[in-house]
């Protein structure tokens, strides 16, 4: 019968320490989300003269009602559900086929094109040159403007190809081809149906990054129809930034209705931070096992 180790004081120290900074770093990171709840339903003035620190006060959902009713706010939303499925979709549709590729020891030149690959990580034409070349193509004020540049992320074809090297057996793939299995349908009939573990981690990946993107529709789109809900969540921000700014000499009145304003601007933004997160937070804990296991693959080997 094996007795049981018996922790010294050192250990019993080390893991009280542990837990102390467990939980200072769950305060830290949960404070910042209970926060902008708690303002999103919280009357503006008390969230403004920092009476309301932590849980709501004087609870009103007249920011979501804003939300709601405006029509800006439902079509960058739409937007940015469109954007993101479809560019989620370019996104595995180039780096799957492209990182199985990579993985496979009998495909020539595959070291060649993986150090081409590494080179656009370290460096990039710019900005400019970037618009320019958009331009020529057309795809300015596009939804090719958005998700065509960022169809694939080395980093992501890395991770992936690690996948396909280190869980998918060699002598599977030999069986395949004795059996007379194309290249093509080996990885369409039997490679993908294995692979669904880095599929659903590289759709999380790339989900976020689109759903998150505002940059390249602030450059390539001209059309406030076509902005994406982080790209409107922007221009909310700026207003009520100009209107908390206020004017040069005004009376009490416009003084007033400027403050007015900038609560409801202020209670408005909390709203649609909120609205802007949720799918995400609400998708993320159903993949958490796919986007960990994603991570370990990324580093245990590269």
Do not use: H
């Not at 949960?30 to 969230?47: H, Q, R, T, W």
């Not at 694939?152 to 002598?171: D, G, L, M, Y």
């Amino acid at each position: 019968m094996i007795s049981a180790v018996k922790e010294t004081g050192k250990d019993k120290l080390f893991l009280a320490f542990n837990y102390i900074y467990v939980l200072l770093a769950f305060i830290i990171v949960a404070y910042p989300v209970v926060y902008m709840i708690s303002a999103s339903i919280s009357d503006p003035k008390l969230v403004g003269s920092g009476e309301m620190w932590l849980l709501p006060k004087g609870i009103t959902f007249e920011g979501y009602e804003r939300v709601f009713q405006n029509k800006s706010i439902w079509t960058g939303y739409g937007n940015t559900i469109l954007y993101t499925v479809v560019g989620t979709a370019i996104n595995l549709f180039v780096t799957l086929p492209a990182a199985y590729a990579l993985s496979r020891k009998d495909f020539a030149g595959r070291n060649f094109f993986m150090g081409m690959f590494m080179v656009t990580m370290f460096f990039g034409g710019g900005l400019v040159p970037s618009y320019l070349l958009i331009k020529e193509l057309g795809m300015v004020n596009t939804i090719w403007a958005i998700v065509i540049p960022s169809a694939a992320s080395i980093w992501n074809i890395i991770v992936a190809r690690t996948f396909f090297q280190s869980s998918i057996p060699k002598e599977l793939q030999e069986a395949a081809q004795i059996d007379g299995c194309s290249n093509i349908r080996l990885f369409m009939k039997i490679i993908l149906p294995l692979s669904m573990p880095i599929i659903a981690v590289m759709a999380l990946f790339y989900g976020v990054g689109n759903w998150n993107s505002y940059f390249s529709a602030l450059i390539y789109l001209n059309d406030a129809a076509k902005y994406p809900l982080q790209l409107v969540l922007r221009q909310i921000l700026v207003l009520q930034e100009m209107s908390a700014q206020g004017g040069g000499a005004i009376d009490a009145s416009t003084a007033s209705a400027l403050n007015s304003k900038a609560e409801i601007a202020a209670l408005v933004k909390y709203s649609v931070i909120i609205v802007a997160t949720a799918p995400i937070i609400a998708v993320y804990p159903f993949l958490q096992r796919y986007f960990v296991q994603g991570v370990m693959i990324g580093s245990v080997k590269g």
